[in-house]
C-alpha cells in the first residue's frame, strides 16, 4: 500500500480550470461518496482536499499509476473536461512526496499568500468529509494527524504564525497602500464565492464609503 496525492493548484493550472474542477459545501460530501464508488477499486483509502487555489486527492493505493489515470479521468469528468485537457496542468505525488507536501500544504508554505492559516481549516474539514464517506483509513489518518502537528510545530517554533495571514487581509492590506483611506473609497466585489465572502468581512470592518458585489458574468 502506498500513499500518494493527485492533483492540480495555482501553480500548475489556471483558474479557469481550477474552479472547473473544485467541490465546494455539500457537493464536497457528494464528491467523496462518488469517488469511493467510481474508483473505489483502486483506492483503499482518499481524501478530497478542495479550495479555491486547489483540488487534491490524498490516497492510499496498491497501484499508484493506475490510480492516478483513474483519478485524472474522474477530475476532468467532474469538470466536463477530457483527461488530455488537465495533463499537462496536474502533478502524481507518491509516497514520501505525498508527506512532505501535506505537511507543506498544512503549513501554509504551498498557499498563493505564504503562512495563510485558512488551509488548515480545510484540511480538516477534507478529512472530516472522507471520515463521512467512509474513505478515511489508518493510512491517511495517520498522514492527516502527522501533518497537523506539523503545522501546530511550524507556528509555534517559527514568525510564520506571528500575523493573522490571508489571500483577503492580504488585498485589504495592498488597497490600504494604495488608498489613503478606505473610509472614502467604494469597494467592488467581482465573484460570490467564499473567497469573496471573506473579503468582504474584512474590508467591512475598515467601513468603505460603499460595498458592491457583482458576479463574473450577466448570467450570474
Sequence with gaps: MQLLTFGLNHQSAPL????????????????????????????????????????????????P????????????????LKAGEIRAHT???PGDQTVRHAFRVASGLDSMVLGEAQILGQMKDAVRTAHEAGSLGPNLHQLFQRSFAVAKEVRTQTEIGSQSVSLAAAAVRLAERIFERLEDTRVLFVGAGDMIELAATHFAAR??????????????
Design 91 to 93: 502533478y502524481l505525488l
Design 65 to 80: 499509476q493506475a490510480a492516478s489515470l483513474a483519478l485524472e479521468q474522474w477530475i476532468a469528468a467532474h469538470g466536463g
Design 207 to 220: 467601513h468603505p464609503k460603499a460595498m458592491l458585489v457583482a458576479n463574473r458574468s450577466i448570467d450570474r
Design 16 to 63: 479557469a480550470m481550477r474552479e472547473r474542477v473544485a467541490f465546494a459545501g455539500e457537493s464536497l460530501v457528494k464528491a467523496a461518496l462518488d469517488l469511493k464508488s467510481s474508483v473505489g477499486a483502486l483506492l483503499r483509502e482518499s481524501a478530497i482536499l478542495s479550495t479555491c487555489n486547489r483540488t487534491e486527492i490524498y490516497a492510499a493505493s496498491a497501484n
